[in-house]
């Protein structure tokens, strides 16, 4: 019988609960239960709906325990993974002291200033390895300990991973991949910097000892075995609780090939596996992060707002009286012209909510390139764009690396553009491996096996994965985009006063 484990994989649009199952060195996952969901204004600012989440969840648990029941297969585990950087606190007794803020909330752009006003940027960097962006945990834990700095003083800090895990298990832990995307962790310890807290005047006594993802915390309570029918002795396991880090975790690496990875979704995330952080003047400089991952392991990488612009071109052409869905809206870009306008991708403007077409429209006529007007587009200057940003940085990890990479692997829903895969081998002149397109699902899974004993370590995590997923590849078509590219290397920042 194989071994079962269930993987609950949260995005920052989606959500959703697989039931993977790992027999004879193969993995199949079964998606069970698929949601929605958005973070919500309140007058806290812009938060997640952690109740309608978990409502999911259960939802998702039962449809779960129903398969399994009908195929006869026992779940073993279960485990969570989600998006980074966002936290709640917990009081001592276990009780959410008030909904988890999402990194998109405008607020925190204030409290980054005044962090980095209060110490440089190169720093914050030396004491952590990790990127700077206004999202990260740090700057949220600034505006938050403004507010209420009380709050902070008995309570204890769980990111989104750790907060669903308190609720299936009843025990709260802090995941260690998790953790290291709070800008809070020194990346060459895995411990947090809270030198770097009492430097800046925030607390730190509400942070708890992170724990590596493997890790068995215990069983599902009675309360979540009532409601979804899976036995009360299927067990807690953290997964990385990163997506990104189950992600890697799930490439198909080739022994011997020199590999660097893309993830693809809602957030670009492109870089390579390391075994110790890098962290000096040229790494501050261009800005990148390690993060950390499974088996002692780095993340060298750059955050890249990936195709969130195009999630937020569709809403707001749906709102316009135009409902495509996404394979409709990749064909349209297919046949539109390519390279006509280009946009900075790695701009902040390009990275907030609402009103994508009007400012992809006022950036055309800002730099006197033709207005994307119909949905193509308006798609295919942001799959065009996008490209570019990879070429951009992959161009910089190599150079900070001092090495080359014979291919690039693609891993998440991202992968089923097949425009965008192309365009990406053509802008970075590498050939993409695309594959899995469930490597969040996949790594979850194949982590908690490894906690259970099924499989030895993360090598062996990833055979079964090149073992069981049917790879594409796409090579460069030989297309010329340095063009292109010179274009987007001199385009300017977005001027929000236009």
């Not at 936290?87 to 005044?114: E, I, N, T």
């Amino acid at each position: 019988m194989p071994s079962t484990h269930l993987a609950i994989d949260l995005g920052a649009e989606s959500g959703r609960v697989i039931v993977g199952m790992l027999d004879a060195g193969r993995l199949s996952l079964h998606e069970a239960h698929r949601f929605r969901h958005l973070p919500v204004p309140t007058p806290a600012g812009l938060c997640w709906d952690l109740t309608g989440l978990w409502r999911h969840i259960l939802d998702g648990l039962r449809v779960a325990a129903e398969y399994c029941a009908a195929e006869g297969l026992t779940p073993e585990s279960v485990g969570v993974d989600t998006w980074g950087v966002d936290f709640a606190l917990l009081s001592k007794q276990g009780v959410l002291l008030g909904l988890p803020r999402c990194y998109r909330d405008p607020a925190f752009d204030d409290a980054f200033k005044r962090v980095t006003q209060r110490l440089e940027p190169r720093a914050i960097h030396e004491a952590t390895g990790i990127q700077l962006m206004p999202l990260n945990s740090l700057y949220q834990l600034e505006d938050r300990h403004q507010q209420d700095p009380e709050l902070f003083g008995s309570g204890s800090l769980h990111f989104m991973p750790d907060l669903l895990h308190h609720l299936l298990s009843g025990v709260a832990t802090v995941e260690r991949t998790i953790a290291s995307t709070s800008q809070m962790v020194d990346a060459r310890t895995g411990d947090w910097n809270r030198g770097l807290l009492q430097h800046l005047g925030l607390p730190d006594a509400m942070l708890t000892p992170p724990t590596d993802p493997g890790t068995a915390v215990g069983p599902i309570t009675p309360e979540v075995a009532a409601a979804t029918g899976l036995a009360a002795s299927v067990k807690v396991v953290l997964p990385p609780g990163h997506d990104t880090a189950c992600a890697v975790a799930a490439v198909p690496t080739e022994p011997d090939m020199s590999w660097c990875y893309l993830s693809s979704g809602t957030w670009s995330l492109l870089g390579a596996e390391l075994p110790a952080p890098r962290i000096d003047d040229a790494t501050a400089a261009a800005n990148f992060t390690n993060e950390l991952g499974v088996a002692g392991t780095v993340r060298f990488l750059k955050n890249i707002s990936g195709l969130f612009l195009v999630q937020e071109v569709r809403r707001d052409l749906q709102r316009r009286g135009h409902d495509l869905d996404y394979p409709e809206l990749t064909a349209l870009a297919s046949d539109a012209e390519p390279g006509r306008c280009l946009v900075p991708v790695a701009d902040p403007a390009f990275a907030r909510l609402g009103d994508a077409v009007g400012r992809l429209q006022r950036y055309a006529r800002q730099t006197g390139q033709p207005v994307p007007e119909t949905p193509g587009q308006l798609v295919r200057s942001c799959l065009d764009s996008l490209a570019l940003e990879y070429r951009r940085t992959l161009h910089q990890v190599e150079s900070l690396l001092g090495r080359t990479f014979d291919v690039l692997h693609v891993v998440g829903g991202g992968g089923k553009n097949q425009l965008l895969n192309q365009l990406t081998a053509d802008a970075t002149g590498k050939p993409v491996v695309v594959g899995p397109e469930e490597a969040t699902a996949a790594g979850n899974v194949l982590v908690q096996a490894i906690g259970c004993g099924h499989l030895p370590d993360l090598a062996a995590a990833r055979c079964v994965v090149r073992d069981s997923t049917e790879l594409s590849r796409v090579e460069p078509s030989g297309t010329d985009v340095t063009a292109w590219a010179d274009r987007y290397a001199a385009l300017p920042a977005v001027d929000e006063n236009d």
